[in-house]
């Protein structure tokens, strides 16, 4: 038998960074909206671990133990004391190192899809526990729809959205390193005060209504100086997006896929045009959000 599962890309739609922990990571308050782009992540029995890989940006995808994929089957049998032997499939469509958090989302694909194949009958809990030591994005990746993440950003609060927001993404010429978009905060906030990361209530109140306008003006990344300081020409797209209509135009997390909020499916398809030709611009696509997290096929 196989298990495949189906699991969305995010998009930030607050990104709020504290100053850098003595344990190197930096306080969030991020807002997550789970979004219709999907990679899909299929187990099936195997003598051994083994990933493999299809789809757009497969060639930039590790196949060995480092893939979060691979290291979520590792952790899930090393809890209910197996052998991970599993061969993990991952059709990808989500952006690699495009700040939409493909690699999480393959994590918490692989995690549910072994423990249905294992039949390891893991709770919830144990599940978001894995996913929260796997990396800081992780729960969301299994949990979906939208949540506000504290702490490193793995400390998940539902949060209630009133209705569907259209998005379109521009996927960039090449990606952008996380780590290295935080090392660039950090010498950009150098000899300043970082305030803490607290969740902006505007924000949250216009998720609640569904209000597309009201989302825009509130919306924001405290990573986007840092990703335009390492790749300048997102600014570019950013304008090119603006200037076809977008209600509001961000660089999504760490970069450096920028994203496009539009009022609706026509503004989208008006807004996916013009950035077809922006310079910087790889690819294109539109995509709905909330959408439910990782879900079985």
């Not at 850098?20 to 969030?28: K, S, V």
């Not at 480092?66 to 499939?89: C, F, K, Q, S, W």
């Not at 020409?233 to 509001?248: F, I, K, Q, S, V």
Request: net charge negative; charged share 20%.
């Amino acid at each position: 038998m196989s298990v495949t599962v189906r699991v969305p890309a995010k998009v930030n739609v607050q990104l709020a960074v504290g100053a850098a922990r003595p344990d190197g990571f930096h306080d969030l308050a991020n807002v997550f909206l789970a979004v219709g782009l999907y990679d899909e992540v299929t187990a099936t029995p195997s003598p051994e671990l083994r990933i493999t890989c299809d789809g757009p940006d497969a060639a930039q995808v590790p196949l060995d133990r480092t893939n979060l994929a691979a290291r979520a089957a590792i952790a899930l049998a090393e809890r209910y004391g197996r052998t991970p032997d599993v061969h993990l499939h991952i059709a990808k469509d989500i952006p690699v190192a495009g700040g939409m958090a493909g690699g999480s989302a393959d994590g918490a694909g692989a995690l549910l899809a072994c423990d249905t194949l294992w039949g390891t009958g893991a709770s919830r809990e144990e599940l978001l526990d894995i996913c929260a030591e796997l990396g800081s994005d992780v729960p969301f990746s299994l949990v979906g729809g939208a949540a506000l993440g504290t702490g490193r950003g793995e400390k998940l609060r539902p949060l209630d959205v009133g209705g569907t927001f259209h998005w379109v993404f521009a996927m960039a010429t090449r990606g952008l390193s996380t780590p290295a978009v935080f090392r660039e905060f950090d010498r950009l906030a150098e000899g300043t005060r970082v305030p803490e990361p607290i969740a902006s209530e505007p924000l949250l109140a216009a998720l609640a209504k569904g209000d597309p306008d009201a989302l825009a003006a509130a919306v924001s990344n405290d990573l986007q100086p840092a990703a335009l300081s390492l790749f300048p020409e997102l600014a570019d797209t950013l304008d090119a997006g603006r200037a076809a209509g977008a209600l509001t135009a961000l660089v999504s997390g760490s970069g450096p896929t920028t994203a496009f909020l539009v009022r609706d499916a026509a503004g989208a398809q008006k807004v996916a045009e013009a950035l077809a030709s922006a310079p910087a611009c790889r690819t294109v696509r539109t995509a709905v959000g909330p959408v439910p997290g990782v879900t079985a096929l």
